[in-house]
């Protein structure tokens, strides 16, 4: 099996999450910003009333330069602007909603390392951006700077919300069962030094929890470096020195989250989605009869629902194919192993934060261990690694495509390889899984090898 990130080569700017790169290089220098937003407002704007944009942003240094420079690009198309400052993307989507917005804007480079940064939009219905708006918004940018513009007198205006984090920690508790409580629980909480530092250990402790906060000291450098969700271990090492009942890792944009137990152990996406879809089940919550993931959930995953009676419906990698997904078959809860796990009934996109509620909901009543809980079946063997390139396309190797005929043939019907590129790096991703540890370890080195001689200058 084969997967891509990207739309086969008819988007230049935008990839599965909006548009991100490296800041001040490519898309994302003060001038491509400013057009992009230019073109954006070009395209939301649908009417004589006063059109309104919500922009929020993560903690890098990068988003000091990006806001003011889409800022202008609203204005100059005509288009008022609000302007949030940090908050996690999921506070984004709903605020766009609330506020009765015609776009809302989320500067982001999510798990991202500080050097990059990007830019997501959501529609006045919180969701994200089809292929369709994207690519004509791509192409209103190319007609040149001077198109579109508003007349002097129909500029936007600007103006700074300072509410907008209450708003959102008020709509996350509201996830939370009405009369359960978190009183007695220790839980840490890393924030990755990201757009959640404030807002994710406020709820907690409002729920009754002792937080131990981590990740929460950002200077515009330190997102995602060694903390969050895709570096665990402070977080584990926390749960262990202070005891606590749970540890909560959220990513850069607190969009994604990973939990561990209370002997430190890591519990994924794809365990989440089975503890969730299981609890939803049970109370007569669950809608559509399954759950959507990615070719990349584990095959145990799969297993697990089918032995509830329940289905997976796979997409390609990318939340916003998982929310169509969910959209078009009529169910509520959907996500990826990387722990970006969207629940339709509280919000539109993916939320680290109502997403640990609900595992929280689960435990907290009865005063259950975690590990009793979140681990609901073995994980088949899954060996993922990425190779770095610097151009062109290794995939399109005939060294590379032999080597992956071979592999699956190895791997057979109980196994599966999904090889791609992925649409936020210059990354070349080789995941295989089956039964076999051994056979997955040596059937993704072969491949491997492969794209890297492919990639080699």
Known sequence: MRGDDQMTGKRDIFGTDGVRGLANAGAMTPDGILRLGMAVGRVFKNGAHRHRVVIGKDTRLSGYMIEPALTAGFAASGMDVFLLGPLPTPAMAMLTRSLRADLGVMISASHNPYHD??????????????DETELEIERLMKEGPNA????????????????AGARYIEFAKAAFPRRASLDGM?????????????????????LGAEVKEIGVDPDGFNINRQCGSTSTKQMQDAVLEY????????????DRVIVCDEKGK???????????????????RLKGGG????????????????????????????????????RAKGMNIGGEPSGHVILSDYATTGDGLVTALQVLAVVAPGGRKISDVCRNFEPFPQLLQNIRFSGGNPLASAGVKAAIKAGEEKLGKSGRLVIRKSGTEPLIRVMGEAEDAGLVKSVVGEICAAVEKAAAP
Not at 118 to 130: A, Q, R
Not at 295 to 303: P, S
């Open 186 to 206: 220790r839980i840490v909480i890393d924030c990755a030094n990201g757009a959640g530092y404030k807002v994710a250990p406020t709820v907690l402790w409002e």
């Open 266 to 284: 890591i519990v994924d996406g794809d365990q989440i989605l089975a503890l969730i879809a299981k609890s939803w089940k049970k109370s007569d």
């Open 291 to 326: 759950v959507v993931s990615t070719i990349m959930a584990n095959m145990g995953l799969e297993k697990f629902l089918k032995g509830e009676g329940l289905t997976l419906e796979r997409t390609q990698v990318g939340d916003r194919y998982v929310v169509e997904e969910m």
């Open 243 to 254: 005891r606590a009942d749970i540890g909560i890792a959220l990513d850069g944009d607190a």
């Open 117 to 130: 940064n990007g830019v997501k939009f959501f529609g006045p219905d919180g969701f994200k951006l089809s």
């Open 148 to 163: 579109g513009l508003a007349a002097a007198g129909d500029l936007g205006r600007v103006k700074r919300i300072d509410d």
